[in-house]
């Protein structure tokens, strides 16, 4: 059974940087093809796809956030780590994390995501 | 980049109806289409993978259609539990993984 689980601050000031943990059970980072991702869904709004990380350590992210994004795994420990900087009010929102099991298919189990609210 | 749209944004619809929504892609993305439903305060889940394949215990009034850059999801006879967002996204480009901006059913 793949359970996926965010961890990380609930509260971040303006410039600061996010840091997010996703940790999984149920499958294996080593294992081929498969990958684990990152989505956020401001209040209200839809949701945007920031980042992904591969078996292989390949990283894929949002091309209008990708200077701010880092994305990293720790394939011992089953986490998958994000980082974001200079955040901003409107980087306020629920982060999601997701497996995918091979490029080019769909995010089929998801974590039941963590708010974070920007705010001085 | 690979854009999507949805149409229409919104809907009301009764219990029973037939519900199609409408995903477009800006460029082909052969069958690299997924749905997803969303709702209040929880994660996506998804629906149809691949333009057209039932995710294993999705029912089966839920069915996908279309390739290229074209797609719809149908919910065949709209039932009490359906009311949701529900999402399109693209997995043809493994560089960028882009959702479209969703479709709200509720209650006509």
């Known amino acids: 059974q793949i359970t996926l689980k965010e961890s990380g601050p609930t509260l971040v000031k303006p410039t600061q940087t996010l840091t997010l943990t996703c940790t999984f059970s149920?499958?294996?980072?080593?294992?081929?093809?498969?990958?684990v991702g990152w989505i956020r869904q401001p209040p209200g709004k839809a949701l945007e796809w920031l980042a992904l990380i591969y078996w292989n350590d390949d990283k894929r992210y949002s091309p209008s956030l990708k200077s701010r994004l880092t994305i990293t795994k720790d394939t011992s420990k089953n986490q998958v780590v994000l980082t974001m900087t200079n955040m901003d009010p409107v980087d306020t929102a629920t982060y999601y994390c997701a497996h995918t099991k091979v490029a080019g298919s769909p995010f089929d189990y998801w974590g039941q995501g963590t708010l974070v609210t920007v705010s001085s | 980049d690979i854009q999507m749209t949805q149409s229409p944004s919104s809907l009301s619809a009764s219990v029973g109806d037939r519900v199609t929504i409408t995903c477009r892609a800006s460029q082909s993305i052969s069958s690299y289409l997924n749905w997803y439903q969303q709702k209040p305060g929880k994660a996506p889940k998804l629906l149809i993978y691949?333009?057209?394949s039932l995710q294993s215990g999705v029912p089966s009034r839920f069915s996908g259609s279309g390739s290229g850059t074209d797609f719809t999801l149908t919910i065949s006879s709209l039932q009490p539990e359906d009311f949701a967002t529900y999402y399109c996204?693209?997995?043809?480009?493994?560089?960028?993984?882009?959702f479209g901006p969703g479709t709200k059913v509720d209650i006509k």
């Open positions: 691949a333009a057209s």
């Open positions: 149920g499958f294996s980072l080593s294992t081929s093809g498969v990958g």
């Open positions: 996204q693209q997995s043809y480009s493994t560089r960028v993984f882009t």
